[in-house]
């Protein structure tokens, strides 16, 4: 396993649930401090922000960007009982989190919800929402619950990350460690232009994180790395499947909160061809990212999403292909030479 798929298992491993993304922050911190050429700050929200020397001064501001926060739940309220109620941080189907096992503060829950048999038949048509779940730590009643949980605390996937099949990876969170692990390597190499990074708080509720870091900045150029949702599954229509894992990285035109640069666009798949990266581009006008806050920031940045296909998003088993993160690294590289060394704005 290569050293950026090292840093990628260990940030998956590690709990950021958005508004508590520390774990995750501390661990970047560690990798960049002492990397030649970089220097850091960490504001308000907690993003960081990061500048990184290159052997010359860019003719184009250019932000690279990842989010570091991951999906998860939030408690609300503790019952008599001891159980938790919890509600969704980010986009979750509930129908993926019945029966998975959940640490919060380190300890373990399980989440569940009234017996088979005694549910309405309509009920068991239904898949359950979040109003009618449970965790259940093991507590023996409400006190002591409170002992080792509180409203406001957050409720992170247990899940393995495991190697399976030709080349594929299944982990929690993968939206958007990748995203992390690519520019913690971007940082490691030699590059012909300064760059900024910026690893943002807060992405799965709002693209708040990125709102600010990129005002800080005041990039003329960015790029938003990424995982997006692939459809490639049996019984999706062709039309519906959006990307394909192993095709490389995802490029889109347009989603449901920015419509991205044309100029970027086409630089990104003229670029691919010329390296021989494989690349696709995103086939619907759906979800949004990053991007969204990023190209509004000030008077305006000229904006790209370059992602990783990825299965089963926002779930505790997403799965993505080793192939596809080694050439979203080799494109976003190539791609940071091009546009900070061409004067696009």
């Known amino acids: 396993m290569s050293e950026m798929f090292v840093t990628f298992k260990e940030l998956c491993l590690l709990p950021g649930v958005s508004g508590c993304e520390k774990p995750v922050a501390d661990y970047i911190i560690d990798k960049i401090s002492g990397l030649e050429g970089v220097t850091y700050k960490v504001d308000a929200l907690g993003n960081i922000i990061v500048h990184k020397k290159g052997e010359m001064a860019p003719k184009t501001k250019l932000l690279l960007s990842a989010h570091m926060d991951e999906v998860g739940l939030i408690i609300t309220s503790i019952g008599d009982e001891g159980m938790?109620?919890?509600?969704?941080?980010?986009?979750?189907?509930?129908?993926?989190?019945?029966?998975?096992?959940?640490?919060?503060?380190?300890?373990?829950?399980?989440?569940?919800?009234?017996?088979?048999?005694?549910?309405?038949?309509?009920?068991?048509?239904?898949?359950?929402?979040?109003?009618?779940?449970?965790?259940?730590?093991?507590?023996?009643?409400?006190?002591?619950?409170?002992k080792y949980v509180k409203p406001g605390d957050r409720a992170v996937f247990e899940s393995e990350f495991v190697n399976f099949g030709d080349g594929f990876v299944k982990a929690k969170a993968i939206d958007d460690r990748i995203g992390c692990a690519i520019l913690l390597e971007i940082l490691k190499k030699p590059l012909k232009y300064d760059i900024d990074v910026t690893f943002v708080v807060q992405e799965e509720v709002g693209t708040r994180g990125a709102k600010a870091a990129a005002f800080s900045v005041a990039p003329e150029a960015a790029i938003v790395i990424e995982a997006t949702t692939a459809s490639d599954i049996a019984d999706v229509p062709e039309g519906k499947k959006v990307c394909f894992l192993g095709r490389?990285?995802?490029?889109?035109?347009?989603?449901?909160?920015?419509?991205?640069?044309?100029?970027?666009?086409?630089?990104?798949?003229?670029?691919?061809?010329?390296?021989?990266?494989?690349?696709?581009?995103?086939?619907?006008?759906?979800?949004?990212?990053?991007?969204?806050?990023?190209?509004?920031?000030?008077?305006?940045?000229?904006?790209?999403?370059?992602?990783?296909?990825?299965?089963?998003?926002?779930?505790?088993?997403?799965?993505?292909?080793?192939?596809?993160?080694?050439?979203?690294?080799?494109?976003?590289?190539?791609?940071?030479?091009?546009?900070?060394?061409?004067?696009?704005c």
């Open 84 to 146: 938790l109620k919890f509600t969704s941080v980010g986009g979750i189907d509930p129908r993926v989190v019945l029966g998975r096992r959940v640490n919060i503060n380190g300890h373990i829950g399980v989440i569940g919800t009234k017996a088979v048999h005694l549910q309405k038949s309509d009920e068991r048509k239904t898949a359950p929402d979040f109003d009618s779940l449970l965790i259940d730590i093991g507590a023996k009643d409400k006190e002591d619950a409170e």
């Open 248 to 344: 490389g990285p995802v490029v889109s035109f347009m989603d449901r909160s920015t419509v991205y640069d044309r100029g970027l666009y086409d630089l990104a798949f003229k670029t691919a061809k010329e390296k021989g990266i494989p690349c696709q581009a995103k086939l619907a006008v759906a979800g949004g990212n990053d991007a969204g806050a990023i190209h509004l920031s000030r008077g305006g940045v000229k904006t790209l999403a370059v992602s990783l296909p990825c299965r089963y998003l926002h779930s505790p088993s997403c799965v993505i292909k080793y192939e596809d993160a080694e050439n979203t690294f080799k494109l976003v590289y190539e791609l940071c030479t091009r546009i900070a060394g061409s004067e696009l």
